[in-house]
């Protein structure tokens, strides 16, 4: 069964830090894209920060370039991909998603992901 499981949310004070992980699993996941959408209440769902089959390539939302930081580890079946969160503002709090895409360059244009995990929710208090 393929599926993309979050975790490692909660609730931590502006300025402090947090780290998310998602745990793919059921195929392959070495040639596809990864990456980490948010999505707060009365807003749209918005990319934070996607990576590349090989890690080589790391895109960031402007909003958090310099504070949030993408990696991945791939394996045989699975993958894991964290996301390291820094310097967080209530701006940052939100339900994060997990989201894996065929077209491996980590692009982060939504509709290049294809499979989602259920989300993770983020509280930052001011």
């Known amino acids: 069964q393929v599926q993309l499981v979050e975790s490692g949310g909660g609730l931590v004070q502006a300025g402090g830090s947090l780290r998310l992980s998602c745990a793919a699993s059921g195929r392959t996941w070495s040639t596809y894209s990864m990456g980490w959408f948010r999505k707060a209440p009365g807003k749209e769902r918005e990319f934070v920060a996607g990576i590349s089959w090989n890690s080589i390539n790391r895109y960031y939302a402007d909003s958090v370039k310099g504070r949030f930081t993408i990696s991945r580890n791939n394996a045989k079946n699975t993958v894991t991909v964290g996301l390291q969160m820094d310097s967080l503002k209530p701006g940052d709090a939100a339900v994060y998603y997990c989201?894996?895409?065929?077209w491996g360059m980590g692009t982060p244009a939504p509709s290049a992901y294809t499979i989602w995990g259920q989300g993770t929710q983020v509280t930052v208090s001011s």
């Open positions: 989201a894996a895409g065929p």
